[in-house]
């Protein structure tokens, strides 16, 4: 019953993997104010639950990734979950907020499920092929900062803040199971030592083809960012909307991006990664451009700000699971070192952007500071998939050449 798996997971296996590291960043916010309250300390030491979280997280995928290129996505993703779950469990437990925010911590170890999902995906099918199955599992990623607050303030009302890490606890121990039971090594080509993969690195280093990947990735994800940060201050400044509207209207560009997520999941199989990458920044920045005409014209209404990023948010669908793919394809035996120094880009940029935005986007430049930021990111991330497909226009050309 409980013999380990030996084939490559489902990809329900890796949606679910998907899922978890994203609940476990925002299923508790709406209970932040009655764990202060409880632990009787600042809302603002509390919210250290969240930077924490996504400073540990960056860190981790810089280490998991090597870690996975050297002894396997399997045996790297059961002691994540494992910390995962022992750390969750110290969480509904503890009384001490020292104790809880030194666990929470340890909670970032679930952010495997991600970074090594999708270096499993790459280890087992082709690079076009891969961004298929990257856009459905990313899918995923929309649907749990959507469903993550709703399921986590439902808990909180009927059991109290705790049950949030009970949840967890439970949740982690049942993703151990699964991927004990589904997630067979998928890495192959695992290198001999730690010394045989550092001297590997420059070639994943020193590829222009990863560094076009991984910055239109990571400023992809920017122009998200970016509307997390400024989107409230003008929806409220401007449009007066409350807050439950404008919890509605934040979650738009989710949605979008759960749209584009499948459409990629649709057709990347069929076209280049390239072409998806650019297609995916055309459709973000003719959005943008749509809600600055629109503005300009005197069209100040809800959809022409919400109805504009939800656009950001459907072209990131469709440009993040191909440069994703690329940026792990790159030197597929370093695919899961890819996977973390990639994601630790973009959340460091992404954190980047975000204290560029508070500072940008006020009272003052209103609208056009946040499209304007939001614009900027499209832009940067474009020309870096337009680097790319230079790069591999250049390259074909000189094969040609050599070989007549």
Known sequence: MFRAAASPPSMATLVILTALSTLALNMFLPSLSAMAVDFEVDYALVALAIAGYLGITALLMLIMGPLSDRFGRRPVLLVGLAVFTAASLVCALTEDIWIFLAFRVCQGTVIAGWALSLAAIRDTVPEQEAASKIGYVTMAMAVGPMTGPVVGGALEELFGWRANF?????????????????????????????????????????????????????FSVGAFYTFLTGAPLVAVSLLGLSPAELGFYLGTITAGFAFGSFLSGRFAKRHALTSMMIVGRLVAAAGLLLGFALFLAGQVHVLSLFGATIF?????????????????????????????????????????????????????TGVYGLLGMMLACVALSLLA????????????????VELT
Do not use: H
Request: aromatic letters at 10%; glycine letters at 12%; a positive charge.
């Open 166 to 218: 009970w949840a967890f606890t439970l949740f982690g121990a049942a993703a151990f199971c699964l991927t004990w039971l589904d997630l067979g090594e998928t890495n192959r080509s695992r290198s001999a030592s730690f010394g045989a993969q550092f001297r590997a690195y420059p070639e994943l280093f020193l590829s222009r083809r990863f560094w076009g990947f991984a910055l239109c990735l990571a």
């Open 312 to 364: 950001v948010g459907l072209g990131n669908g469709l440009t993040m699971p191909s440069s994703n793919a690329g940026a792990l394809s790159v030197r597929p035996k370093l695919a899961g070192s890819a996977a973390g120094l990639a994601g630790a880009l973009a959340v460091g940029i992404g954190a980047l952007l975000t204290s560029i935005t508070g500072a940008v986007v006020n009272e003052a």
């Open 385 to 400: 998939a337009l680097s790319v497909l230079w790069i591999d226009r250049r390259e074909g050309a000189v094969r040609a």
